[in-house]
T-cell receptor, first 114, second 111 residues
């Protein structure tokens, strides 16, 4: 299966610690998106990349959050000094150049901050 | 951004058609309507999209009213595996390609 892969699936961390998540998109997809989802809510847009360029960042993405896609392939999302409010599912999606709105999502990384 | 309104939840008997409504009264002329669904513990999955005309694919049909102020997603023969949250999304204008999700409709298909 060559779908979007996210690691780890689950992460439990203590408040104040830094965490990093990885997303491996579908190989021929040039666009990559990060979303966050809390219980009972739809996914909230965080940021997206076209190749290695980060083209948009949501206001939700505070300065404790940083995302990279250094070679236009995989991406990482880092959260520094985690807070309990950061507990959520972090979803990654990718889409091809020809169909930019056909987002293919991974199954997410569930973060729990204790 | 054009806003969508969907019922919070719906039920459907297995084998029957599931008709999921969506209101998007402020939609602009160049905005598409997209439908995604999210099965428990999975990421959202693309279903279908359309602009003006009705659309059909192997998963569902999309009926858009002539004034484009509302649409209906139809699952012709619902199965238990169609139990999911269904999101109706209107693509925002401009060059941004992100999709803005609402809270969706939780569809429960029962035996």
């Amino acid at each position: 299966d060559t779908g979007v892969s996210q690691n780890p699936r689950h992460k439990i961390t203590k408040r104040g610690q830094n965490v990093t998540f990885r997303c491996d998109p579908i190989s021929e997809h040039n666009r990559l998106y990060w979303y966050r989802q809390t219980l009972g809510q739809g996914p909230e847009f965080l940021t997206y990349f076209q190749n290695e360029a980060q083209l948009e960042k949501s206001r939700l993405l505070s300065d404790r959050f940083s995302a990279e896609r250094p070679k236009g392939s995989f991406s990482t999302l880092e959260i520094q000094r985690t807070e309990q409010g950061d507990s959520a599912m972090y979803l990654c999606a990718s889409s091809p150049w020809t169909e930019p709105h056909d987002l293919h999502f991974g199954n997410g990384t569930r973060l729990t901050v204790t | 951004d054009a806003k969508t309104t969907q019922p919070t939840s719906m039920d459907c008997a297995e084998g029957r058609a599931a008709n999921l409504p969506c209101n998007h009264s402020t939609i602009s002329g160049n905005e598409y309507v997209y439908w995604y669904r999210q099965i428990h513990s999975q990421g959202p999955q693309y279903i279908i999209h359309g602009l003006k005309n009705n659309e059909t694919n192997e998963m569902a049909s999309l009926i858009i009213t002539e004034d484009r102020k509302s649409s209906t997603l139809i699952l012709p023969h619902a199965t238990l595996r169609d139990t999911a949250v269904y999101y109706c999304i209107v693509r925002p204008p401009g060059n941004t390609d992100k999709l803005i999700f609402g809270t969706g409709t939780r569809l429960q298909v029962f035996p």
